[in-house]
């Protein structure tokens, strides 16, 4: 999904060395906390390696010299001797190559998991205000599209720049000339390695590709625990840890074949890499033979020509390792921008949280007023209401009138700009958070079509009931969903939705059933039912309302909607307009009082005649 653009350019970073070195520590803090022995392999390989060329070149120097020797009636075996033993060196560059290449593919798989974990956490720490926001919903889409490659890639541009450095400064290069035929014996060489790296690629694809419909199932988990258009369930039915969870152990999954993967491209890269060196070494065993018997001369020249060629390389690679590391910077500034977005106002861990009474409760509002952040308008002004335990309410009025502002701010999802909700004589603010919702559920106008089972979306209203078939079942019979479920190729275990393989799409009305049906489960003491028969028909709703009557007896609940046959059978009646309360009382009452609700309960009694 596309992050929404904002304009406002807030929070970024400049490139410079002030940036570079601000996020440099933190990088390497998160590396470190995410798998500390492979990065430890990494920066061991990656020194190590830095001084491989060194020691080569000294061993280079032993090589000339031992030919210059041998060509003055000196021991001819010292030469081969001294390619031997650069040809160990250059066995150890390539494992040392070969074992820091597993290491960060390792490296790269635990660290893509934490920085995504923590970005989802982060998320579910974040008020409803901040997922409405344009800039901070900008923020999040930035921040999930880049942390999984960009702090591994700053870390690795900082060691490649050491190294680069190491190297410049300790670098004699050594090169051997060699023969047309040279080319044939290398090309024989490579030829396996490349066979097996082409072998490796298309295992590789087929794994990517047979596991491409989990693989959307992990960024569904991740779209969930993201999305506005969630994170009212989430919060309300404390789904956060349990959705994490099963992200974890998809996750896992991934990891073991990913490191199966990158352990066997390690040892067979080893494997035919170093074939193709021994193929390289016997061509320059040859060449050096072939100088020592004055066939060749070998010379300060072409050492000095060596040394230039790999002291430019290493220069180049130092400044396209500092220019990518100006750029990873940036983005992990983008990234530590959101993880440090603050949370004030939604607090579920007051210093000395209230207790509430138990069982229903008085609802109450008190001169209640709010406005949305950054927004002049009242979206509620000055509204006293009062819902006694076991009574149910019914919201009436237009579009924007105020109605789902608010449940936001019943649910602690929102707080009042003035003015206070208590429950049970007890400010709502001054409650820890997940016990005040604890008491509430709701069907949302807005409800989720949850691309999971119809058990689980059942059951997402309390996970705990999940393999209690009698109150799943209970549930579904509450929301009418039963027939629908049974309908359905494997009953409760089918999935939903035509996201993955072998889902089934629901209709309106049925996706809306199962909403009902998991906001029955809960049991909860407040029933908030918003637009809850929009996408039924007629006779469902009848059949809706009459088991509700049934199973709310002893709650209270509140019931939004634009039908008045079902808002007609509360027990009292609210209209909202613009924002204030202008009408309350029985349906008896306000059709007596021929005000606005009987205005419109007579249009559209005339619309069913």
Not at 137 to 165: I, K, T
Not at 303 to 327: D, H, M
Not at 406 to 422: A, D, F, M, Q
Request: proline residues 2%; aromatic residues 8%.
């Amino acid at each position: 999904m596309s992050a929404r653009p904002t304009g406002k350019g807030k929070g970024k970073e400049r490139p410079g060395a002030k940036a570079l070195f601000r996020q440099l520590p933190r990088t390497f803090g998160l590396v470190l906390q995410s798998d500390g022995r492979s990065f430890g392999v990494v920066v061991g390989t990656t020194l190590l390696g830095a001084l491989v060329p060194a020691a080569m070149a000294y061993v280079a120097k032993l090589i000339v010299d031992a030919v210059v020797h041998a060509q003055q009636g000196g021991d001819q075996t010292e030469v081969l001797r001294w390619v031997g033993v650069e040809l160990a060196l250059v066995a150890a560059q390539l494992a040392l190559s070969r074992l820091g290449s597993y290491a960060r593919d390792v490296l790269r798989a635990n660290l893509a998991n934490i920085i995504n974990e923590r970005i989802l956490e982060k998320s579910l720490t974040l008020e409803l205000k901040h997922f409405e926001d344009s800039e901070t919903y900008d923020r999040l889409q930035n921040a999930r599209r880049e942390a999984s490659s960009r702090p591994l890639s700053l870390a690795l541009s900082a060691l490649s720049l050491l190294r680069g450095v190491v190297t410049l400064v300790s670098l004699v290069a050594v090169l051997a000339h060699v023969a047309w035929w040279t080319v044939l014996v290398l090309l024989a060489a490579s030829l396996p390695g490349f066979l097996a790296e082409a072998k490796l690629s298309g295992e590789a694809y087929k794994l990517y590709s047979w596991r491409a419909p989990e693989g959307r199932r992990l960024n569904y988990l991740e779209w969930i625990l993201t999305r506005d258009s969630h994170v009212k369930e989430v919060k309300l039915y404390g789904l956060g840890d349990w959705l994490l969870n099963r992200y974890r152990e998809l996750f896992g999954k991934f990891f073991v074949e990913d490191r199966k993967l990158a352990r066997k491209r390690a040892l067979v890269g080893f494997a035919f890499g170093l074939l193709s060196t021994a193929g390289f070494y016997l061509c320059y065993a040859a060449t050096a033979a072939k100088a020592a018997s004055s066939a060749l001369t070998v010379g300060d020249l072409a050492l000095a020509l060596a040394v230039f060629r790999q002291a430019q390389g290493a220069l180049e690679s130092i400044l396209g390792a500092l220019a990518s590391a100006f750029e990873d910077a940036l983005f992990m500034s983008n990234l530590f921008a959101f993880l440090e977005l603050p949370t004030a106002g939604d607090s579920t861990a007051l210093a000395a949280p209230k207790a509430l009474p138990s069982g229903a409760q008085r609802l109450e509002l008190d001169h209640v007023s709010f406005r949305y952040p950054g927004k002049e308008a009242w979206a509620l002004k000055d509204v006293t209401l009062t819902l006694e335990a076991g009574q149910t309410l019914g919201l009436v009025g237009e579009n924007g009138a105020g109605k789902s502002t608010l449940i936001k701010l019943l649910l602690r999802l929102y707080e009042p700009t003035e003015g206070t909700i208590r429950y049970g004589g007890v400010d709502i603010r001054e409650v820890d958070v997940t016990q005040l919702r604890a008491r509430f559920s709701a069907v949302f106008q807005d409800y989720v079509r949850y691309q999971f089972s119809a058990r689980d979306n059942i059951a997402l209203s309390d996970v705990r009931k999940r393999e209690d078939e009698q109150a799943v079942r209970r549930a579904a019979d509450a929301g009418g969903a039963t027939e629908v479920i049974e309908a359905l190729p494997d009953r409760f275990e089918t999935v939903l939705g035509g996201w993955f393989e072998k889902g089934t799409e629901l209709s309106a009305g049925q996706w809306q059933k199962l909403a009902v049906a998991r906001a029955f489960l809960r049991e909860a003491e407040v029933m908030i039912l918003d637009e809850p028969t929009a996408s039924i028909d007629a006779e469902a709703e009848a059949a809706l309302f009459e088991r509700f009557q049934q199973l709310a007896k002893g709650k209270s609940a509140i019931v939004i909607s634009h039908r008045f046959s079902t808002v007609r059978m509360a027990d009292r009646i609210a209209v909202l307009e613009g924002g204030k309360l202008t009408e309350l009382g029985s349906h008896g009452e306000l059709v007596a009082q021929k005000g606005r609700y009987a205005r419109l309960f007579e249009l559209q009694a005339r619309g069913y005649a």
